[in-house]
């Protein structure tokens, strides 16, 4: 564990209050879900310590150390420009795609270090699923195939896009239209199409950067639903400006402020006793 | 009812010039009705110009008929003329410049777009856009005194001795000829595409990238199995563009095709192209029938870009409804 416990960058409190937090939360309490044991079978996923990020001369992580067990989904919530979206990027390095970014710190994904591993290999293994829903200009086959095609796989490719397409909860919808245009379908069915796609490579984490936002209530429920399902045969972090959907289909919840983390409890304790005045702040709507 | 119908037409009568007035002082109508006439004056234009092309080359039409198109014989002094050695020249140094063009404009494109800095990028942009602004007759004067000789001396003989079993690249080489046209071509149409897909490419939306990336796609894949098939529409638009500059251009070519109406199979011969017999004939055309069997050659050109122009929007839609269906 770091010795670097995330409450040391707090700011805004005083001294008194500061010490007695601290007292009262080893550090890492905030870095590892502290009721791993009551979710059987998990094991850690990402270990990430002190990490920053920083866009040029902006930085915009300021370095805090979590941990994400497998098999369970983690929430990461926080108001606009927390630097949310930042920190899922970063686990997949997708951070690497914007000019002058910078990574700092290490994540550790199954004990090893990402940084130093082909990047093709490390998004194969953690895949992605984006705000709004981005499907290829192609059929909705050719789009859960994309993947499978660029890995090299030749053989059984329908049957990989059939149990990609059930396991994203889209296949009773389009079986009969999987060679039809992917942009004829609904932005939910859209968007049920990325995450079929992503899952087509099989990877072992799936991260969602606020797959929601673009979605209306009923689709939104469904996806939900279908990350209930997922987390059986992989790790997934979501992050979201909704804190409902948090509450809803999330197991931890990691609450982020101004780049540093604040909280990060299991969903349940955070969302009905928060341990930091901010947390309870913001999921009462004070704020964000 | 009647009477009732005739009141609200009435009615409605004596409402509209009001409220005619009313729009025509906020000045809608009057947009309106300039607008139209502009557009209605470019329709027109393009609508006089078949319409000259057409009358003016009646003698021509009404004497050769649909021969004019087959026959390989351009001879003044016999009154013989025939279009297919112009329409010849016209396609294959357009091919050429094609052929050579795409591949040197789309990859120059994605560098500018995908690999290079984008303050590099614009720098570069800007200076391509004044090499699409160089006078034609420019590209011309280097064609002759620089890249024909070249051609004589290095690259025929070289092509001659590598694939010199192609009828294409047999026979005396001159210089000047369909190759030496349609590589200057090549060089005066590489501005537009390179101009245009790098506009499009970078308007690929971000997520299209993201999307390939994080599905485990390298940088190439991601270019060229999703931004590239992502902006393939204005691509092809681009090419098109390119395609009607080639076949219209009139003084490049002239300058370097060497001005002779005949069809070889070698790429090293002189030619001729419709632009460029219009050109230069035209001045000196004596009697009736010549100067109408050269107005028949404009519409023929017309027509050709006119037929390759809905080529192209049909492509454009095949495929982008392949896109659509296809597996």
Same mark, same amino acid.
């Not at chain 1, 059929?139 to 796989?153: D, K, M, P, T």
């Not at chain 2, 050109?279 to 100067?291: C, D, I, S, V």
């Given at each position: 564990m770091s010795s670097v416990s995330p409450m040391r960058s707090v700011n805004g409190m005083d001294s008194a209050d500061k010490q007695s937090n601290q007292a009262a939360r080893s550090p890492q309490k905030f870095s590892l879900p502290p009721d791993r044991a009551a979710y059987p079978g998990q094991t850690l996923r990402f270990k990430i310590s002190?990490?920053?990020?920083?866009?040029?001369?902006? &930085?915009?992580? !300021?370095?805090? *150390?979590? *941990?994400?067990?497998?098999?369970?989904?983690?929430?990461?919530?926080?108001?606009?420009?927390?630097?949310?979206?930042?920190?899922?990027?970063?686990?997949?390095?997708?951070?690497?795609? $914007?000019?002058?970014?910078? $990574? !700092?710190?290490d994540i550790l994904l199954d004990d090893e270090n990402i940084a130093g591993m082909d990047v093709v290999r490390l998004r194969r293994r953690v895949g992605m699923v984006f705000q709004r829903p981005n499907p290829?200009?192609?059929? #909705?086959?050719?789009?859960?195939?994309?993947?499978?095609? #660029?890995?090299? !796989?030749k053989d059984s490719l329908s049957e990989a896009v059939e149990r990609s397409l059930r396991r994203a909860a889209l296949w009773e919808e389009v079986k009969d239209q999987l060679h039809s245009s992917a942009y004829a379908l609904s932005?939910?069915?859209?968007?049920?199409?990325?995450?079929?796609?992503?899952?087509?490579?099989?990877?072992?984490?799936?991260?969602? *950067?606020?797959?929601?936002?673009?979605? *209306?209530?009923?689709?939104?429920?469904?996806? &939900?639903?279908?990350?209930?399902?997922?987390?059986?045969?992989?790790?997934? $972090?979501?992050?979201? !400006?909704?804190?409902?959907?948090?509450?809803?289909?999330?197991?931890?919840?990691?609450?982020?402020l101004e780049g540093r983390l604040i909280e990060y409890q299991p969903t349940p304790k955070l969302f009905t006793t928060p341990s930091d005045p901010r947390t309870e702040a913001y999921i009462t709507g004070r704020f964000g | 009812m009647? /009477?009732?119908?005739?009141?609200? @037409?009435?009615? /409605?009568?004596?409402?509209?010039?009001?409220?005619?007035?009313?729009?025509?002082?906020?000045g809608d109508e009057i947009a309106h009705i300039i607008t139209l006439m502009f557009a209605a004056l470019v329709v027109?234009?393009?609508?006089?110009?078949?319409?000259?092309?057409?009358?003016?080359?009646?003698?021509?039409?009404?004497?050769?008929?649909?021969?004019?198109?087959?026959?390989?014989?351009? +001879?003044?002094?016999?009154?013989? %003329?025939?279009?297919?050695? %112009?329409?010849?020249?016209? =396609?294959?140094?357009s091919a050429i410049a094609l052929i050579l063009a795409?591949?040197?404009?789309?990859?120059?494109?994605? %560098? =500018?777009? @995908?690999?290079?800095?984008?303050?590099?990028? +614009?720098?570069?942009?800007?200076?391509?856009?004044?090499?699409? /602004?160089?006078?034609?007759v420019i590209f011309g004067l280097l064609g002759i005194f620089v890249m024909v000789p070249w051609l004589r001396t290095t690259v025929e003989p070289a092509l001659q001795s590598t694939l010199g079993f192609l009828p294409l690249f047999q026979g005396p080489m001159y210089g000047v000829g369909f190759l030496a046209a349609g590589l200057i071509l090549a060089v005066m149409v590489v501005p537009f595409i390179v101009s245009v897909s790098r506009e499009v490419l970078i308007a690929v939306p971000r997520e299209q990238r993201e999307a390939a990336l994080a599905l485990g796609a390298t940088r190439w894949e991601a270019i060229w199995k999703a931004v590239v098939p992502f902006a393939k529409t204005g691509i092809i638009g681009s090419v098109f563009l390119a395609l009607a500059r080639a076949l219209g251009e009139t003084m490049a070519v002239t300058m370097v095709i060497g001005n002779d109406p005949r069809i070889s199979a070698s790429l090293f011969a002189p030619g001729y192209s419709i632009a460029a017999v219009i050109?230069?004939?035209?001045?000196?055309?004596?009697?009736?029938?010549? =100067?109408s069997a050269l107005v028949e050659l404009g519409l023929v050109l017309f027509m050709l870009t006119f037929v390759l122009n809905g080529l192209a929007r049909l492509l454009v839609l095949t495929t982008r409804q392949r896109g659509a269906g296809h597996q």
């Open positions: 002190e990490l920053r990020v920083s866009f040029g001369a902006k &930085e915009v992580l !300021h370095g805090f *150390d979590i *941990d994400i067990s497998s098999n369970i989904v983690t929430a990461v919530i926080g108001p606009s420009g927390c630097g949310k979206s930042t920190f899922l990027r970063s686990l997949n390095r997708m951070t690497e795609t $914007v000019r002058h970014a910078r $990574v !700092h710190g290829f200009p192609k059929s #909705i086959f050719e789009n859960v195939a994309y993947g499978l095609r #660029i890995n090299g !796989h932005g939910g069915q859209q968007q049920r199409l990325c995450i079929a796609r992503a899952l087509a490579v099989d990877p072992e984490v799936l991260l969602l *950067d606020e797959p929601c936002s673009a979605l *209306d209530p009923v689709t939104t429920a469904k996806i &939900e639903e279908l990350l209930f399902q997922l987390k059986a045969s992989c790790t997934i $972090v979501i992050v979201t !400006h909704n804190m409902q959907q948090a509450a809803r289909a999330s197991d931890f919840t990691a609450f982020l | 009647h /009477a009732s119908a005739n009141m609200t @037409e009435r009615a /409605a009568l004596s409402k509209a010039p009001r409220a005619f007035l009313h729009r025509l002082r906020s027109g234009i393009t609508a006089l110009l078949v319409y000259q092309l057409w009358i003016q080359s009646v003698l021509s039409r009404q004497k050769f008929g649909w021969i004019f198109f087959v026959t390989h014989v351009w +001879d003044p002094l016999a009154g013989q %003329f025939g279009a297919l050695p %112009f329409l010849y020249g016209t =396609l294959v140094t795409v591949p040197l404009g789309l990859g120059t494109a994605i %560098f =500018l777009s @995908e690999f290079s800095t984008p303050r590099a990028s +614009d720098i570069f942009a800007f200076l391509v856009d004044l090499l699409a /602004a160089v006078p034609s050109a230069n004939e035209f001045t000196e055309a004596t009697g009736n029938l010549y =100067l």
